[in-house]
């Protein structure tokens, strides 16, 4: 997920139950710019650590520094360490390496996961494994030499020559990307659609090209028409030549290409079974991994999906971005919690991924220069909290607005204030909220069918039908002024009941 697998966030899922992560994606093309390098990738050599020297490592327990870019540097701007050091703690992960680096005689947090503004670097601890780091491309040649240079960049120093010894267990080719971006850079699943052959050419050369303990994996969607003798055939051949090219793993989408955002459908786990058969028979391999995707949006799920698909793991992004518990053992769904339990349970969340940006604040991308840092906090934070946000406009404008609210620092405070609105004095019955009813209210939902009243409605419809037989020109003036009424509505607070109700 591009500017959303960042690091902080992917620590955050680990610490509630997630075994696998995979990286935001990376573009091949543009990975030859040691900007871009900086700027994407987040996965450094384990002897990035939290020792608090300023020494290059040796792998004698001394560390590296990670430097930070100006949009990091500018998010933590105005941190008051005080305050954090005394709710870090509170997180079971963070305080058991709090306990390590006591025995270190670093007791004090602020010296280890240390910043000094000017300084332009930050002490942390870094231990990430398993991970994948996801790439894009349709050259083969640019490809490896993308995946190359991730490897020298995070393989440790005094590893043997030839020999990597870095966090990165594997690579994944992004052939199931069905944006519009995806397609005029010819990656993602409409390579896939293209040409299967060019894919099982990229797997092979980077089979050949990559050390052995590096895996080869790739994500695809099912083809449309699945379920019928033609579309078997093609999802079939899809599958085989992989494994033929070397793919060790496959993520499998049960949704096609032309299902996503407002076209959004029921995943089909019927199709996922049959590439987990498939594999399996092709391989030769009864356990051939296959990672099932799509159709996640409560914890329940994941083993209803396990048993009907056969998978040998499941992956979320949509529903995970909202509830990064989501894996967690134990974890309820959002209708067991109730809504008291359920806003809790998003706050807490909020201020953990709060906590893990200050040991981390998330490389830029492509999201800014200067704010790229925080805009990427800001975007995870609109989801996490959508539903509140949907309730309280005025907070909503705040954390949008780059000048209001532009660091860690203004976020907690931001996060402060809506507790207070609804702390129990100020609501005395969660039911009368619209944020009471966990499914409608949801970020996931946003793009889902549901029943209103008696008619079955998809949200976009409406604005598909009034753009529909419009040239290019005309839909973009047509949206632009949909947004400037939306806005102005906002600023009134009396936004339509059917903006948020889905």
């Known amino acids: 997920m591009v500017a959303q697998s960042d690091l902080p966030f992917r620590r955050l899922c680990r610490n509630h139950g997630v075994d696998l992560c995979f990286t935001q994606m990376i573009h091949a093309a543009h990975f030859s710019s040691k900007l871009f390098q900086d700027g994407h ?14 020494n290059d490592s040796d792998n004698s327990g001394n560390c590296n520094r990670i430097e930070l870019s100006p949009s990091g540097q500018n998010a933590l701007e105005g941190l008051d360490w005080e305050d954090w050091n005394t709710r870090f703690p509170q997180h079971e992960s963070l305080s058991e390496l709090r306990k390590e680096f006591a025995k270190k005689g670093e007791a004090n947090m602020a010296t280890w996961a240390r910043y000094e503004e000017g300084n332009g670097n930050i002490t942390s601890i870094y231990d990430e494994n398993p991970l994948i780091v996801q790439i894009a491309g349709h050259d083969k040649n640019t490809m490896s030499e993308a995946c190359r240079i991730i490897l020298q960049r995070t393989n440790n120093p005094n590893a043997p020559e030839g020999v990597y010894q870095g966090p990165v267990s594997g690579i994944d080719i992004n052939c199931g990307c069905p944006q519009g971006i995806a397609r005029k850079g010819r990656y993602g699943a409409f390579l896939m659609e293209e040409d299967v052959d060019l894919v099982c050419e990229i797997v092979s050369t980077l089979r050949n090209d990559l050390p052995k303990n590096v895996g080869i994996s790739c994500k695809i969607r099912i083809p449309q028409g699945v379920g019928t003798p033609a579309g078997d055939k093609v999802f079939k051949e899809r599958i085989c030549k992989l494994i033929d090219a070397g ?10 290409i032309k299902e996503n955002k407002t076209k959004v459908r029921e995943c089909n786990f019927d199709a996922i079974a049959k590439a987990v058969r498939i594999a399996r028979e092709h391989s030769g391999d009864e356990n051939f991994p296959i990672i099932s995707n799509g159709g996640i949006e409560f914890s329940s ?5 396990l048993e009907l698909t056969g998978a040998s793991a499941v ?25 008291k339990l359920l806003f809790d349970r998003q706050i807490s969340l909020c201020h953990e991924y709060l906590d893990w940006c200050t040991i981390y604040p998330p490389v830029p991308g492509s999201l800014g220069k200067v704010g790229g840092s925080f805009n990427c906090i800001r975007a995870h934070l609109f989801k996490l909290l959508y539903r ?11 954390l949008g607005h780059d000048t209001k609210v ?3 620092q203004n976020t907690r405070e931001l996060l402060h204030e809506l507790e207070k609105r609804y702390a129990s004095d100020k609501v005395t019955d969660w039911n009368t909220l619209r944020s009471s009813n966990a499914i409608k209210s949801s970020w996931y939902r946003r793009h889902r069918d ?9 949200r976009g419809q409406k604005v598909e039908s009034e753009l529909a037989g419009l040239n290019i020109e005309d839909k973009k003036k047509a949206m632009r002024e949909r947004l400037k009424k939306m806005k102005e509505q906002r600023a009134n607070k009396i936004l339509p009941a059917q903006t948020t109700t889905i």
């Open 388 to 398: 509140y946000m949907e309730e309280n406009p005025d907070i909503r404008e705040r």
């Open 41 to 54: 990738l987040d996965v450094y050599p384990s002897y990035y650590c939290g020792s608090g020297s300023d």
């Open 406 to 408: 532009k660091s860690i």
């Open 301 to 305: 799920d994941i083993d209803r999906c």
């Open 450 to 458: 549901a029943i209103v009243g008696s008619k079955m409605r998809i």
């Open 315 to 339: 992956m979320s992004s949509e529903a995970l971005l909202e509830n990064p518990a989501i894996f967690k053992d134990g974890a309820k769904d959002d209708l067991e919690l109730g809504p």
């Open 247 to 256: 793919v060790e793993l496959i993520t499998v989408h049960g949704r096609n």
